[in-house]
């Protein structure tokens, strides 16, 4: 009984040691630009993240996310490690197509997942010759009836350029540059590259451009990262 006590006690601590590593951010150059990364030990695959507003996420040398961290990319990076996924995080000026050569060495494929502004940055890289695997925009900036006219298929041009992928919408998003209005047209632009994943409930408070309401999808973190992690 005593061994068997020991073997169990001996296989959490190892599980909680994993976890605690798969957790830990380190900080990883790409192109001169200072990211955060978390690698399990045997990832199953990667994700980059793309946050929103100025994209500026002040990673210091340990890898600590100084700047953004209620966004809801940041705050829910160690959900997608949790799911055996490599994470990096990147400021605003990583060249993106870097990254994705990047986090292929560590293990392919590699999704994209942007936010709001993040989403508009995402667009520019891949315009710019960046091709990750798969790609999922959470409160984009999608086409002219979101309510922007900067948005992700007029910098594309094309939907030749974008890759398989996923939105990821929340019906009361009431952003006024990320309309729920500015869905469908996407996706009927897209031309069968792009579907929707829509989403209720949660909670609502404070700009709602920001992360505390349906935009950032508070109360909502599990749903998200449940669908963007499993598209790939």
Not at 18 to 31: K, L, N, Q, T
Not at 119 to 140: C, E, Q, W, Y
Request: net charge positive; glycine share 12%; with cysteine.
């Amino acid at each position: 009984m005593k061994k068997r006590h020991a073997i169990i006690l001996a296989m959490a601590t190892s599980l909680a040691l994993s976890a605690a590593e798969a957790r830990a951010d380190e900080a990883v150059s790409i192109g001169g630009s200072t990211a955060a990364l978390i690698r399990p030990k045997a990832p199953k695959a990667s994700v980059i993240l793309m946050p929103g507003g100025d994209g500026s996420i002040s990673v210091d040398s340990n890898g600590e996310i100084g700047s953004l961290r209620g966004n809801q990319l940041v705050r829910t990076r160690s959900a997608y490690a949790a799911r055996g996924l490599a994470v990096l995080v990147i400021d605003a000026d990583a060249n993106l197509g870097a990254a994705i050569d990047y986090m292929r060495k560590v293990k392919s494929p590699v999704t994209v997942i942007a936010t709001s502004r993040g989403t508009l940055r995402a667009a520019r890289g891949i315009a710019n010759g960046a091709r990750p695997d798969a790609l999922v925009l959470t409160s984009g900036f999608l086409s002219a009836q979101s309510g922007s006219s900067e948005n992700v298929d007029a910098i594309l041009g094309s939907p030749a350029a974008l890759p398989r992928t996923l939105v990821i919408h929340h019906r009361q998003d009431g952003c006024r540059y990320t309309q729920p209005a500015g869905v469908d047209p996407f996706i009927a632009w897209s031309g069968g590259r792009a579907r929707v994943k829509w989403l209720d409930g949660g909670e609502d408070g404070g700009n709602p451009c920001q992360a505390g309401g349906h935009h950032g999808f508070a109360g909502l973190d599990g749903q998200v990262v449940s669908l963007a992690a499993g598209f790939r």
